[in-house]
């Protein structure tokens, strides 16, 4: 299979008084039409600024794409002008952010920005819109769809404005749906609601989905494939089996020992990663993890590390996986 979207060797800098931020440092992957797909990793890992690369939505000052391909089917949206690529924005491409006002604009009502949305990339036609706006509130399951039509945002509570928010998303059933922390401005049952919201729609809109996220457990169940992001590079991919079954590299293993897991016999208690990311003002030359890791050894800090791939899918840049290095067992 073909795939929808192709990231080759992003690298997304932001350009600052102190110094230039290597925020992506080389992102290489490929979405499949029709699945999900988690990035995963702390806040300033480079995982929102990829999403927002991807939807070309870096604004330059600070912020610049200093070089790759992002190829969607077989445009490449580095090479598009600001026009051609708002009509790819929404239509082909759309993204759900962290807070739903980012994108639903407060001074018009739900309806109107839905019906715009559809009429915009001429899915539809105006008569036919308001039928259609009906159709997707009541597929993302907002209750009295009819009344929310011709709501404002803010008469919504937060998670209606993010199931509006992902209403607008699917409208015109884009290739790729980018969804960055959407359940991080809900609380607990709210976010179990939208995930399951998320899940269903995969099945009944042919989108891909990226879910992009600092928490492991949300990306459980519902994504196939696994990227794990630090220091603006990817340094562990994998399917949902690999990544939570047999994960190799060790800030994996310390991100999967922060999620608490209701199948454990013993009450462990959970952890945090020790130290902090790297200034990505002047990243490390070897292994950016090498200063919180307790495997490291004189080539992490020296040298980074390629990727080994330990099984077919499964990618890795960590030294422990070169057949020379000492053997030694995860912790968990
Ligand atoms: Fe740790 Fe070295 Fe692997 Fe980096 S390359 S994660 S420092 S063992």
Same mark, same amino acid.
């Given at each position: ?17 102190? +110094? ?17 797909? /988690?990035?995963? +990793?702390?806040? +300033?890992?480079?995982?929102?600024? &990829? ?11 600070? /912020? $610049? ?18 026009? #051609? ?23 018009? &009502? ?5 019906s715009?949305?559809l009429i915009?990339?001429?899915i539809i036609s105006k008569g036919e819109a308001k039928k259609r706006v009906?159709e997707? %509130? ?36 884009? $290739? ?6 959407? &359940? ?17 729609? $995969? ?28 220091? /603006? ?22 991100? %999967? ?9 013993? $009450?462990?208690?959970? &952890? ?13 030359? +070897? ?10 050894? #004189? ?34």
């Open positions: 299979m073909e795939p929808v979207l192709r990231i080759k060797d992003l690298k997304t800098e932001f350009f600052t008084y102190a +110094g230039t931020v290597k925020a992506v440092r080389g992102v290489d992957f490929n979405i499949y039409p029709g699945e999900a797909v /988690g990035i995963v +990793g702390e806040s +300033g890992c480079g995982k929102t600024v &990829t999403g927002l690369s991807i939807m070309r939505l870096i604004t330059y000052p600070p /912020g $610049k794409i200093v070089s790759g391909e992002i190829n969607l089917d077989e445009i490449d949206l580095l090479k598009l002008s600001e026009p #051609e690529m708002r009509k790819i924005r929404g239509g082909k491409i759309s993204m759900i952010f962290q807070d739903p006002m980012t994108s639903l604009n407060p001074a018009l &009502t739900i309806g109107y920005q839905l715009e949305s915009l990339h001429k009906i997707l %509130l009541n597929l993302v399951r907002i209750k009295s769809p009819e009344t929310v039509f011709n709501q404002y945002p803010h008469q919504l509570s937060g998670g209606m404005r993010q199931r509006a928010m992902i209403a607008l998303a699917i409208s015109c059933e884009p $290739k790729v749906i980018i969804a960055d922390e959407p &359940t991080t401005s809900v609380d607990v049952t709210i976010q179990a609601q939208i995930l399951n919201l998320l899940q269903d729609l $995969k099945s009944r809109v042919n989108s891909s989905i990226i879910l992009i996220t600092h928490n492991l457990a949300v990306v459980a169940g519902l994504c196939s494939r696994i990227i794990v992001m630090y220091a /603006g590079l990817i340094i562990e991919e994998g399917t949902d089996t690999q990544i939570f079954d047999n994960p190799k590299h060790p800030y994996t293993w310390g991100l %999967l020992r922060a999620v608490p897991r209701i199948d454990e016999q013993e $009450k462990e208690r959970l &952890t945090t990663i020790r130290g902090l990311p790297p200034d990505l003002l002047s990243p490390p030359k +070897g292994c950016p993890f090498a200063l919180r890791c307790s495997y490291a050894m #004189e080539i992490c800090f020296k040298e980074r590390p390629p990727y080994f791939n330990p099984e077919e899918g499964h990618r890795v840049m960590c030294w422990l996986l070169d057949k020379r290095a000492q053997k030694v067992e995860r912790s968990k």
